[in-house]
């Protein structure tokens, strides 16, 4: 089983739709989870840390479910820059150093 | 501020051959980590050093090393290169990997291809 699963995708949306990418993972020990965006054939960028509360920044709300091991992002209102993949990402607990563990990423197209 | 630089930026290989991909770091930052990005999947880790040691290595085969220098640069290197090890590489750095969570900010890669 990976460490990191994601939504294989892609996800083809009109402009101005909702849609929402799910992850899960397996090491219930992780400590930090995050969502990046890599356009294409660009670096992965970081797009938002996800906390147990939930977080929401402008049309991106990303949710953290410690006890399901789920991790959750919500796009609203979708714009074309929007188009890339989104990685899911965790830092498992280890001794003295971050890695982040990526998923393989869920691609998205906002088309007109 | 100057970004996270890699290079080169495109590099084409033979099987068996060697290979040195160069990163330097944001100025100020200690940490530097390496990704390799097959096509298709999530970037995997590859090390990690601070302060020129080694702080943790993926699970990779001892033909990848690495070293990082008292600047905080960093190369990466890959002995008798496989059609498997064509990926995008990248670099990343941050300011201390053991104090909390630091962003990992990516450099734009290498993007390798063996023949």
């Known amino acids: 089983r990976k460490e990191v699963e994601q939504d294989p995708g892609p996800f083809n949306v009109p402009e101005g739709a909702t849609v929402a990418f799910n992850c899960t993972y397996s090491n219930s020990a992780s400590q930090s989870f995050f969502w990046y965006r890599q356009d294409c054939r660009k670096e992965p960028k970081l797009l938002m840390s996800?906390?147990?509360s939930g977080n929401e920044d402008g049309r991106f709300t990303a949710q953290l479910n410690r006890a399901s091991q789920y991790i959750s992002l919500l796009i609203r209102d979708s714009k074309l820059s929007d188009s890339a993949t989104y990685l899911c990402?965790?830092?498992?607990?280890?001794?003295?150093?971050?890695?982040?563990?990526f998923g393989a990423g869920t691609r998205l197209a906002v088309h007109p | 501020d100057a970004g996270v630089t890699q290079s080169p930026t495109h590099l084409i290989k033979t099987r068996g051959q060697q290979v040195t991909l160069r990163c330097s770091p944001i100025s100020g930052h200690k940490s530097v980590s390496w990704y390799q990005q097959v096509l298709g999947q999530g970037p995997q880790f590859i090390f990690q050093y601070y302060e020129k040691e080694e702080r943790g290595r993926g699970n990779f085969p001892d033909r990848f090393s690495a070293r990082q220098f008292p600047n905080y640069s960093s190369e990466l290197n890959v002995n008798a290169l496989l059609l498997g090890d064509s990926a995008l590489y990248l670099c990343?750095?941050?300011?201390?990997?053991?104090?909390?969570?630091?962003?990992?900010?990516f450099g734009p890669g290498t993007r390798l291809t063996v023949l």
């Open positions: 996800v906390y147990s």
């Open positions: 990402v965790v830092i498992p607990l280890s001794g003295g150093y971050n890695k982040l563990i």
């Open positions: 990343a750095s941050s300011l201390d990997p053991g104090t909390g969570y630091n962003e990992q900010f």
